[in-house]
């Protein structure tokens, strides 16, 4: 969990500010079509601060975080939380001023996209899609629907506007009509007209895909300056943050979406792609499981493993979780709930692909093979609030855990009682079996050294006794 207190007090101020108001359709998008993605509280969320724009304004009055705990039942880092979620969707726009009074935030809601947008969307439609499935998806997308009606047989009867309107007459005009109308149409700077927004909400860091590489290989057949407007860009790293593609895979796909040799057909990259991840991966949807640990947060990145411990790290670093499952249960394919587990680590909790493994591979060894819930969403809430997010980061710490978890007082009826409730033996993973043997093996050598001492204490007191009773003898003499 984020330190929000270093980014949002509950004295700190905002106010809230649309572009435009909310529709009725747009409700029935945010309800069916968004909170499947955002969750229930960042739904309530968003309509709470358009809840706060009375009828016809654009621009709430100004509030503070505590006044907004208090409408939301819930605390700031809750609020904060679900706020991200808003803001990474494309619903709402952060702004922050600083001044002697403190902080005050700028809240500007967007609103959803148009069906229409949200089916086309590379991203959310998959998402949607295998959030959901796939029947409920298909009837979801048929409530947006329209009827196309057949206009063959029709012919149209539209009037056209001079055919209605006519132009006035020169006396009509006055002569300072240019610049009175140019007067009235001026705007302050501090002022604009409403416009709805038609840009993709949705942002990504360019920086997650190799176009360096991308390019070096699309040179020998294309020249790839021309091929790579801003739009091209755009979709190839959403398209490689769904579908997992590689920019050497990309490339290949790229220069079957060429036409003309210097233009790239964006609906054919977009089927390309599709049609590589179905022939990689079958017709399941792609998910958040399929995601690895990210290279800059890889220990054993470019190393060589060389102890055991070393070899589960680097599995757990290049393996995704939905792959490290499915190796468990020797290629079976993973259940939807399994599935849907390993989403929620990763997109509820937070938690990497890395940690996420350790995690899994912890609970499936010591729960006989089986993924609970219940025990997944507990620990998985725990390591979240300790910002674990490294593979040895995880592994050290489900060591100390698994310690602290199996100290036995020590009472010989304790130790006792405790051999009796767990005669059957523990089942764990190999590298924290391995950490156990080391502790026991120390234990060990404690014991015989303190066995030693006393053996040689109990001979040096018997020698005394003895030369005691010598001398005493010899006294009697």
Same mark, same amino acid.
């Given at each position: 969990m984020s330190w929000h207190w270093t980014e949002l007090l509950p004295i700190d101020r905002?106010?809230?500010?649309?572009?435009?108001?909310?529709?009725?359709?747009?409700?029935?998008?945010?309800?069916?079509?968004?909170?499947?993605?955002?969750?229930?509280?960042?739904?309530?969320?968003?309509?709470?601060?358009?809840?706060?724009?009375?009828?016809?304004?654009?621009?709430?009055?100004?509030?503070?975080?505590?006044?907004?705990?208090?409408?939301?039942?819930?605390?700031?880092?809750?609020?904060?939380?679900?706020?991200?979620?808003?803001?990474?969707?494309?619903?709402?726009?952060?702004?922050?001023?600083?001044?002697?009074?403190?902080?005050?935030?700028?809240?500007?809601?967007?609103?959803?996209?148009s069906p229409y947008q949200f089916f086309q969307n590379d991203v959310l439609s998959v998402y949607l899609f295998n959030r959901i499935g796939k029947t409920k998806y298909r009837q979801l997308r048929e409530r947006f629907l329209l009827t196309v009606t057949q206009k063959d047989d029709f012919f149209e009867v539209t009037h056209a506007f001079d055919e209605v309107f006519t132009t006035l007459h020169h006396s009509e005009m006055s002569m300072s009509f240019q610049s009175e109308m140019m007067e009235a149409l001026q705007l302050n700077e501090t002022e604009k007209l409403i416009e709805r927004p038609k840009q993709d909400p949705l942002l990504f860091n360019e920086s997650s895909f190799d176009f360096e590489l991308l390019e070096a290989d699309l040179s020998a057949v294309v020249a790839p300056k021309e091929l790579m407007t801003t739009e091209v860009r755009e979709t190839i790293v959403r398209l490689a943050f769904v579908y997992k593609i590689s920019p050497l895979e990309m490339s290949r796909v790229l220069q079957r979406s060429v036409i003309h040799d210097d233009e790239v057909d964006l609906q054919q990259l977009r089927k390309k792609v599709q049609d590589w991840y179905k022939l990689e991966n079958g017709n399941d949807p792609p998910s958040l499981g399929l995601r690895t640990q990210p290279v800059a947060l890889q220990s054993m990145n470019g190393k060589e493993p060389k102890t055991e411990e070393e070899k589960m790290v680097k599995l757990y670093e290049t393996t995704s979780p939905l792959a490290l499952i499915e190796s468990r249960g020797d290629g079976?394919?993973?259940?939807?709930?399994?599935?849907?587990?390993?989403?929620?680590?990763?997109?509820?909790?937070?938690?990497?692909?890395?940690?996420?493994?350790?995690?899994?591979?912890?609970?499936?060894?010591?729960?006989?093979? =089986? +993924?609970? /819930?219940? !025990?997944? @969403?507990?620990?998985? *809430?725990?390591?979240?609030?300790?910002?674990?997010?490294?593979?040895?980061?995880?592994?050290?710490?489900?060591?100390?855990?698994?310690?602290?978890?199996?100290?036995?007082?020590?009472?010989?009826?304790?130790?006792?009682?405790?051999?009796?409730?767990?005669?059957?033996?523990? =089942? +764990?993973? /190999?590298? !924290?079996? @391995?950490?156990?043997? *080391?502790s026991t093996t120390v234990e060990k050598k404690q014991t015989t050294t303190q066995t030693e001492e006393f053996e040689h204490k109990k001979r040096q007191f018997e020698m005394m006794l003895q030369k005691r009773k010598e001398e005493k003898e010899r006294g009697n003499r």
């Open positions: 905002y106010v809230v500010q649309t572009v435009d108001h909310l529709h009725a359709l747009d409700q029935k998008i945010l309800t069916l079509l968004y909170q499947p993605l955002i969750g229930a509280f960042a739904h309530s969320l968003y309509m709470t601060f358009w809840s706060e724009l009375q009828r016809d304004q654009y621009c709430s009055e100004e509030n503070s975080h505590r006044h907004l705990m208090t409408v939301m039942d819930a605390p700031l880092h809750h609020i904060y939380e679900h706020r991200k979620k808003l803001e990474a969707i494309g619903l709402l726009k952060t702004f922050k001023r600083k001044d002697e009074e403190g902080s005050t935030y700028l809240y500007e809601l967007q609103p959803p996209m079976a394919k993973v259940p939807p709930a399994d599935a849907k587990i390993v989403e929620s680590l990763l997109l509820d909790y937070k938690l990497t692909p890395g940690v996420a493994n350790v995690l899994l591979d912890y609970v499936l060894i010591r729960n006989d093979m =089986k +993924l609970t /819930k219940a !025990l997944i @969403d507990k620990i998985a *809430g725990h390591w979240a609030r300790k910002n674990i997010k490294t593979v040895k980061e995880a592994m050290e710490f489900a060591k100390e855990e698994y310690k602290k978890a199996t100290e036995v007082k020590t009472s010989p009826k304790k130790q006792q009682t405790y051999s009796k409730t767990n005669a059957k033996k523990d =089942k +764990l993973p /190999k590298w !924290l079996v @391995d950490e156990k043997k *080391g």
